[in-house]
C-alpha cells in the first residue's frame, strides 16, 4: 500500500521544524479539493503518514503547510503565510516523500524517498 509522508527542515536555524500543521487534498473530478488527511510534524520535523488509513489512489495531490503559525509562535517575520505544494500520484503502490525547505523567506521541496 502506497503513502504520502513529509518532513520539514527550518533551513535558517538548521534543524528540523516541530510543530507545523500539514494538510493533504486530494483534487475531484470537477476540479474542487478534498480533504484526505491532515497533522503536525513532531520533534523531528516529520509527519509519518498523512493518509493514515485511507488507501492512496491515483490522482492530483495538494500538500499545504501552515509557515504561518510556526514562525509565528517563534515571534519570526516571514513573508510566505502557507506554503502549498501540487504532485500527481500516477502509482498508488508507491511511497511519495514529500520534504520542504524552508526559510522564513523561502522555501523549495523534491520527492524524496
Do not use: C
Not at 1 to 19: N, Q, R, Y
Not at 100 to 109: D, E, I, T, V
Amino acid at each position: 500500500m502506497g503513502a504520502i509522508t513529509t518532513h520539514v527542515l527550518d533551513t535558517s536555524v538548521g534543524k528540523p521544524a516541530a510543530g507545523v500543521p500539514v494538510s493533504l487534498e486530494l483534487r475531484a473530478e470537477n476540479g474542487s479539493w478534498e480533504a484526505r488527511g491532515h497533522g503536525v510534524t513532531d520533534a523531528d520535523g516529520r509527519l509519518k503518514d498523512l493518509l493514515k488509513d485511507t488507501p492512496l489512489s491515483i490522482g492530483t495531490y495538494r500538500i499545504s503547510f501552515d509557515t504561518y503559525e510556526y514562525f509565528s509562535k517563534r515571534n519570526v517575520e516571514h513573508f510566505y503565510p502557507e506554503v502549498s505544494i501540487v504532485f500527481v500520484v500516477q502509482n498508488h503502490e508507491q511511497h511519495f516523500h514529500v520534504p520542504l525547505l524552508l526559510s522564513p523567506f523561502g522555501f523549495s521541496s523534491y520527492r524524496g524517498s
